[in-house]
Structures are given as structure tokens and as C-alpha cells.
């Protein structure tokens, strides 16, 4: 079964919302604009009930099939990015410094394409709740969501998401059984030592010789620390330090970005982490203070449901258009928290070729949106026949 011929027919007015939504991107939890506009369209399409003011601007719609049944949940994220747009479309943003450059415009429409098929034809049984998160970006807004109890307040079974995938052909699904994608940490180092002039380092402690020194050792943690097969990265991605070349710096700091999938990875690379940087801090006499977020834990799929997916998908792209044991990725995803609260499954759905996600020059495919909105519709009617 390809894409649904009612949805097909959205595909026009599925363009509009989408283009709307990009030209005016919000950021992390400040989603308002974004929810009212959602709201209104699900106003529109008859949904039976709207929950606004969830994790500030995020919101709940239900959906009631036929007769009693269980409740699917369905997930799209709402935020933008601040990056400036440098794509030159007549829809692009609107807002200085702020962007839809990871397509969450995409999946705001792939939903509410799903919404107003199931609002029209209601051939499932049970509930469909659909999710709109602010905040997956920078926040953890899925994280407030589960907290602020929308699994239980709404009595949601199982959850599924989509994200799509810039340079994956057109219409393709990925996803795999267990993890799907990193955790991710982040750690800021600020290393103090003593500044003073560039030309009698003897009178100073320079903290930018130790913080080459902690950076390079970090760069052994994981080919000496970690086992081969499990996967992790370390990136340090920012330096910072001095004002002028004459001059020794009183401090200097680092970032780096931590991911891995297995908890006990992520305790070693944690202890580690510290260990080196504290160990260099005594070495070379500077004091080091180290800020180490524990960030969003790994997605992670429910395998029965993955495959679950996958079937459906199948049904909609085509048995060689879906691969259902994909590379797991080192990018991270908040929906990680709605699968550690509820069975469900992540899936990525291919866009065609472009910029990549977060550059400034992407820009999402809207030939997806139907193909992304059938996937949906379709999951909803077999995980819920009458």
C-alpha cells in the first residue's frame, strides 16, 4: 500500500502548514506561536480533545476511534534552532537567528497530516494521542512532558515517532530493535592557574599548557578504556582561552559532547573523564572545575514494537524501501524518555538528498510529509483495528 490516496490529497494544503511553520520558527520551551497554530488546525479537522500549557507550550490532542480499545501515542517535536537561515526560499524564517533546521516543521505536519485523516475516517478502535513537544533541541522537553504525566493522564499504551533523514532515499525507513541512538553528556572544564606576562612564564601557572595536556589525554579514553565493539565518542569542541599573544591567561576552558549507549560505558567515560582531568589539573598546579551534564539517556527501541513499525512501514514504502536492522547513530533524542515511560519504537524517514540536519541551508522535503502522515494513519489502524 503506498501512500493513502486522502492523504495524497492533503498533500497541497500538508505544503502550507509546513512552509507556515518554518517562516516562523520558536525555540526551545517558547513553542506558543507553533501550539496555536497547531490548535487551530486540529480545531478545524473535529479533533475531541485539545490539552494546551503542557511543559509550557507543548499539547496533547485526542482522537477516539470506535468503540473501547487502547491508546496509540503519537510524537512530533515543535522547536527550531538558533541558527540563521541561509536558504533563500520565499518561506524562509522570518525570526533573526532562529531556524527549523532540523525539520521538526516537517514532523509537526507529518502529524497533523495523520490528524486529519483519522479525524475524517475513524476506523480504529480505542484512542490516538497525539503528543506536540516543545524543547527536544535544548531542554528536554519529552523529559518534562513524561514528568508532567502525560502517559498516565492519558492512559498511552505504547508511543512511536518518526524523524526524517536528510540524504536517505526519499521514502525510506530506517529504525532497528534495542538502541537507536546515543546518549548524550557534555562536560565544561574551567582551568585556573595564574596569569601574568608572556615573556616570564616562570612567574605564572599557565592553564592553557594544561588544558592541551587534558585534552589530548581525554583523546585515549575510549581506545583504551572502552571495549572495542561498544561504540562511544568523545568530541572536545570548544577552546577557549587568552586575550593577546603577550599575555598568559589567568584561565582557560574546554567543552566536549559524550555519547555512548550502554550505562556502565557511560559511568567510565564519566570517571574517566574526571579522573584525567583532575589528575593533569595536580600534574601541571592549576585548579580544574568540571561541570558534567548528564544528558539525554539512549533511545532505545522496544524490539516487539520495532518490528511492529517496520511492518507497517512496509506497507507503505514497500518491502526494499524499509531496513529494519539500521546502524545505530550517535546523535541523541529525547524521545528517549517517552520509550523508557512506555514500549514504542524511533523510526527515521529518508528525505532525499540536501543540506544536513542543523546547517544552515536545510530545508525539509515536502514530498515526505504524505509518506511520513500514511506511516502514521496506517500505524494507528493496525495497531487498533476494529
Known sequence: MPVLNRIAAYAEEMKTWRQHLHAH??????????AAFITARLTEFGVDEIHPGIAQSGLVAIINGQGAGPTIGLRADMDALPITEITGADYASTVPGAMHACGHDGHVTMLLGAAKYLCET????GRVALIFQPAEEDGGGGEVMVNEGVMDRFRIDRVFGIHNAPNVA???FLTTPGPLMASVDTASVLVTGRG???????ECIDPVVAVIGMVGAIQTIIPRNVHALDEAVISVTQVHAGTASNIIPEEAMFCATIRSFKPDVRALLKRRFNEIVQGHAAAYNVVAQVHYDWGYPPTVNDADQAEFAADVAREVAGEAAVNARANREMGSEDFSYMLQARPGAYLFLGTGPGAGLHHPAFDFNDEAAPIGASFFARLVETAQPL
Open 122 to 125: 475513524r476506523r480504529f478502535a
Open 170 to 172: 526519499l521514502g525510506s
Open 25 to 34: 520558527p520558536e525555540l526551545k520551551f517558547n513553542c506558543h506561536a507553533t
Open 196 to 202: 601574568g606576562h608572556g615573556a616570564t612564564p616562570h
